[in-house]
Antibody
Framework: EVQLVESGGGFVQPGRSLRLSCAASGFTFDDYAMHWVRQAPGKGLEWVSGITWNSGSIAYADSVKGRFTISRDNAKNSLYLQMNSLRAEDTALYYC????????????????WGQGTTVTVSS | DIQMTQSPSSLSASVGDRVTITCRASQSISSYLNWYQQKPGKAPKLLIYAASSLQSGVPSRFSGSGSGADFTLTISGLQPEDFVTYYCQQSYSTPLTFGGGTKVEIK
């Protein structure tokens, strides 16, 4: 079964850091780009960041650029999101998602999603 | 960044109706347009990719069309499980961006 399981969310004060993880199983992880997408409470979807299968291309939303860092460890079938200088507006459910296209050089659509991990930033 | 505008933001319909949701990009995105369905408390699900290609396992009552800057998602024959929220997303360039969502409600 293809599965993505996020972890690492929690309650954190503004300005602090948090690291999210996503464990993948049921597919060849190092063949696919991966994404982080977030959803603030009661709001729509916001793409946060993406990383290609070989980490050759990385991209961020303007709202997190310079504060968040995406990475992956293909040997561990894992995706990460290091979040620094957190703000109240970063409060959201963070989803890990798999890109549909195999070994593409870019980012397309997301065909497998985890259930998300919640990040709350508040003093 | 490419802005994605969905309309309407919500609509009311009945079981069996045909509904159309529109997504407009702030510039031409060719056919790099995808549609997702999200049920309450659940992760989004890919319905349509590349504007008109039906994702495996998705019922054929869902269809997508359009190219350039204007796109539509059509649901032909609404079923009770279709009364949820739909999002479009462009994959023409990064940052990837989503539309604001359309909530389909029971009339």
């Amino acid at each position: 079964e293809v599965q993505l399981v996020e972890s690492g969310g929690g309650f954190v004060q503004p300005g602090r850091s948090l690291r999210l993880s996503c464990a993948a199983s049921g597919f060849t992880f190092d063949d696919y780009a991966m994404h982080w997408v977030r959803q603030a409470p009661g709001k729509g979807l916001e793409w946060v960041s993406g990383i290609t299968w070989n980490s050759g291309s990385i991209a961020y939303a303007d709202s997190v650029k310079g504060r968040f860092t995406i990475s992956r460890d293909n040997a561990k079938n894992s995706l990460y999101l290091q979040m620094n200088s957190l703000r109240a507006e970063d409060t959201a459910l963070y989803y890990c998602a798999k890109d549909r296209l195999k070994r593409s050089g870019g980012f397309y659509d997301m065909d497998v999603w985890g259930q998300g991990t919640t990040v709350t930033v508040s003093s | 960044d490419i802005q994605m505008t969905q309309s309407p933001s919500s609509l009311s319909a009945s079981v069996g109706d045909r509904v159309t949701i529109t997504c407009r990009a702030s510039q031409s995105i060719s056919s790099y347009l995808n549609w997702y369905q999200q049920k309450p408390g659940k992760a989004p699900k890919l319905l349509i990719y590349a504007a008109s290609s039906l994702q495996s396992g998705v019922p054929s009552r869902f269809s997508g069309s359009g190219s350039g800057a204007d796109f539509t998602l059509t649901i032909s024959g609404l079923q009770p499980e279709d009364f949820v929220t739909y999002y479009c997303q462009q994959s023409y360039s990064t940052p990837l961006t989503f539309g604001g969502g359309t909530k389909v409600e029971i009339k």
